[in-house]
C-alpha cells in the first residue's frame, strides 16, 4: 500500500528520499480519508517531512490539521482542535506557510470547509483573549496574500456562511488590506464583476456585512458608488445603496437585526440565531452546525 513507509534514519539522500516517501504517504493518507488513529499513528511514528536546510521533522498538529482542512477530513479536524487546541492552530513550519502566522482560518475559507472552519472558530474562543483577535483578524503574506484577512477572502470568495461564522465569532469588519481595501470593498468589487454571476450569494454576503459594520464605516469604493449611480442602484438596488452612500440610514429590519445579534455572545454563535424572536424566513442564513 502507499502508506507502508518505513523510516530509515541517516542523512544524506538516501534519508532525504526516504523522507519525501512519508511525507507522501501521510498526505495520501489523509487524502484518502483514513481513520484517525491511523493517521494519529504515522504522525506521531512513522511519516516526517524535509524542512529547508536539511532538517527532518514530525508533522506537527497544526500541519497535520492544514492537511485534514484541504481533505475535508472532519474527523481527523475534530481530533486535532480537541486533543491539541493550542498546537492545532500554532504557526506551522515555513514549508508550509511562508509568514510567521497561523494560516487555518484563511485555508478553511479558501476550501469553504464550513464545518471545519466552525470548530477552528470554537477552538479560538477557548484561547485567551489576548491570542484570539490575533487568530481571527490575522492578515495573509503580503507579497502572495495581499495582507487579506480570512473576512476579506470570504468576501472576495463569496461564502457566506463562513462570512457570518466569521463576523458572529468577533472577526473585525473594518481592517483593511495591504490595498486599503475593507471586506465591504472587496465584495463591492466582486459585485461590479460583469457578467454579474452568483449575484444572489454576492448580496447575501452584504446583507451579513450590513448587519456587523458601523454605519459610519469609511470604504474606498465610496466614491466609485456615487460616481456610477445608476449603475450601482441597478446592482444593489435602492434601499442597499443607499445605505451605504450615506443617503438614508439603515432600515429597520437591519437596525433590529444588530441589536439582536449584538446579544449574541461569540460562545454561542450561531446556535443562538435560531433562538432569535424572528420568522425562520427572516434569519441570516441556516446554519445547522454541531456543536
Same mark, same amino acid.
Given at each position: 500500500m502507499?502508506?507502508s #513507509?518505513?523510516?530509515?534514519?541517516?542523512?544524506?539522500?538516501?534519508?532525504?528520499?526516504?523522507?519525501?516517501?512519508?511525507?507522501?504517504?501521510?498526505?495520501?493518507? #489523509?487524502?484518502d480519508?483514513?481513520?484517525?488513529?491511523?493517521?494519529?499513528?504515522?504522525?506521531?511514528?512513522?511519516?516526517? /517531512?524535509?524542512?529547508?536546510?536539511?532538517?527532518?521533522?514530525?508533522?506537527?498538529?497544526?500541519?497535520?490539521?492544514?492537511y485534514?482542512?484541504?481533505?475535508? /477530513?472532519?474527523?481527523?479536524?475534530?481530533?486535532?482542535l480537541?486533543?491539541f487546541?493550542?498546537?492545532a492552530?500554532?504557526?506551522?513550519?515555513?514549508?508550509?506557510?511562508?509568514?510567521?502566522?497561523?494560516? /487555518? @482560518?484563511?485555508?478553511?475559507?479558501?476550501?469553504?470547509? #464550513?464545518?471545519?472552519?466552525?470548530?477552528?472558530l470554537? *477552538?479560538?474562543?477557548a @484561547?485567551?483573549?489576548?491570542?484570539?483577535?490575533?487568530?481571527?483578524?490575522?492578515r495573509?503574506?503580503s507579497?502572495?496574500?495581499?495582507g487579506?484577512?480570512?473576512?476579506?477572502?470570504?468576501?472576495d470568495?463569496?461564502?457566506?456562511?463562513?462570512? @457570518?461564522?466569521l463576523?458572529? /465569532?468577533? *472577526?473585525?469588519?473594518?481592517?483593511?488590506?495591504?490595498?486599503?481595501?475593507?471586506p465591504?470593498d472587496?465584495?463591492?468589487?466582486?459585485?461590479?464583476?460583469?457578467?454579474? *454571476?452568483?449575484?444572489?450569494?454576492?448580496?447575501?454576503?452584504?446583507?451579513?456585512?450590513?448587519?456587523?459594520?458601523?454605519?459610519?464605516?469609511?470604504?474606498?469604493?465610496?466614491?466609485?458608488?456615487?460616481?456610477?449611480?445608476?449603475?450601482?442602484?441597478?446592482?444593489?438596488?435602492?434601499n442597499?445603496?443607499?445605505?451605504?452612500?450615506?443617503? *438614508?440610514?439603515?432600515?429597520?429590519?437591519?437596525?433590529?437585526?444588530? #441589536?439582536?445579534?449584538?446579544?449574541?455572545?461569540?460562545?454561542?454563535?450561531?446556535?443562538?440565531?435560531?433562538?432569535?424572536?424572528?420568522?425562520?424566513?427572516?434569519?441570516?442564513?441556516?446554519?445547522?452546525?454541531?456543536?
Amino acid at each position: 500500500m502507499p502508506w507502508s #513507509v518505513r523510516w530509515v534514519g541517516g542523512c544524506g539522500a538516501q534519508s532525504q528520499k526516504q523522507c519525501k516517501k512519508s511525507s507522501f504517504a501521510f498526505y495520501q493518507a #489523509v487524502r484518502d480519508l483514513l481513520p484517525v488513529w491511523f493517521l494519529e499513528d504515522m504522525r506521531t511514528m512513522e511519516a516526517f /517531512h524535509w524542512e529547508d536546510g536539511g532538517k527532518v521533522s514530525v508533522y506537527s498538529p497544526s500541519e497535520a490539521l492544514l492537511y485534514a482542512l484541504v481533505h475535508d /477530513h472532519q474527523p481527523y479536524a475534530r481530533h486535532l482542535l480537541t486533543k491539541f487546541p493550542q498546537s492545532a492552530l500554532a504557526v506551522p513550519s515555513q514549508s508550509f506557510s511562508c509568514c510567521q502566522s497561523a494560516p /487555518h @482560518l484563511a485555508m478553511a475559507v479558501r476550501y469553504n470547509r #464550513v464545518r471545519v472552519l466552525f470548530r477552528i472558530l470554537k *477552538a479560538i474562543q477557548a @484561547l485567551p483573549p489576548s491570542d484570539r483577535a490575533a487568530h481571527l483578524d490575522r492578515r495573509g503574506c503580503s507579497r502572495v496574500e495581499g495582507g487579506k484577512t480570512a473576512l476579506h477572502m470570504a468576501c472576495d470568495l463569496v461564502r457566506p456562511e463562513c462570512l @457570518l461564522l466569521l463576523l458572529g /465569532h468577533g *472577526a473585525a469588519p473594518c481592517l483593511r488590506d495591504s490595498a486599503g481595501n475593507t471586506p465591504l470593498d472587496t465584495l463591492l468589487q466582486q459585485i461590479s464583476h460583469l457578467p454579474a *454571476a452568483n449575484m444572489r450569494a454576492k448580496l447575501l454576503c452584504l446583507d451579513c456585512l450590513f448587519f456587523f459594520v458601523p454605519q459610519d464605516l469609511k470604504f474606498a469604493m465610496k466614491q466609485q458608488l456615487l460616481d456610477n449611480r445608476q449603475q450601482w442602484l441597478d446592482l444593489l438596488g435602492e434601499n442597499r445603496f443607499q445605505c451605504l452612500v450615506g443617503l *438614508a440610514p439603515p432600515s429597520l429590519f437591519v437596525r433590529a437585526m444588530r #441589536v439582536l445579534i449584538r446579544t449574541i455572545s461569540p460562545e454561542h454563535f450561531p446556535e443562538a440565531l435560531d433562538n432569535l424572536p424572528l420568522p425562520h424566513f427572516l434569519k441570516p442564513l441556516d446554519l445547522k452546525l454541531e456543536s
